[in-house]
Nanobody, 115 residues
């Protein structure tokens, strides 16, 4: 199973971006998906998590009300809609997908919030 992120880039404060994470491979089942982020010199932190079985979600306090995680079961994708972006949201964003063959990480996508 491979995981690939897309959708990062440069955005002004207050703007929006949508990150997408696609899982591909043979004969796998997705249990959950998450987005993490890592700013320079800081730890990699969990941003949002979604469970496929019941679509339940949880978010870091710093992004609640601004970010929304979603899963498309037909396309095997996990998206992160980011609104009202702040400079402190600048980081490399990583997707992880938990499957029946193990946890898979994407390569990361840069998000920069700056005027």
């Amino acid at each position: 199973v491979q995981v690939r992120e897309s959708g990062g880039g440069l955005v002004q404060p207050g703007g929006s971006l949508r990150l997408s994470c696609a899982a591909s491979g043979f004969s796998f089942r997705i249990y959950s998906g998450s987005w993490y982020r890592q700013a320079p010199g800081k730890d990699r932190d969990l941003v949002a998590h979604i469970i496929k079985a019941d679509s339940s979600t949880n978010y870091a306090d710093s992004v609640k009300g601004r970010f929304t995680i979603s899963m498309d079961n037909d396309k095997n994708t996990v998206d992160l809609q980011m609104n009202s972006l702040k400079p402190e949201d600048t980081a490399v964003y990583y997707c992880t997908i938990n499957t029946n063959v193990g946890l898979r990480w994407g390569q990361g996508t840069q998000v920069t919030v700056s005027s």
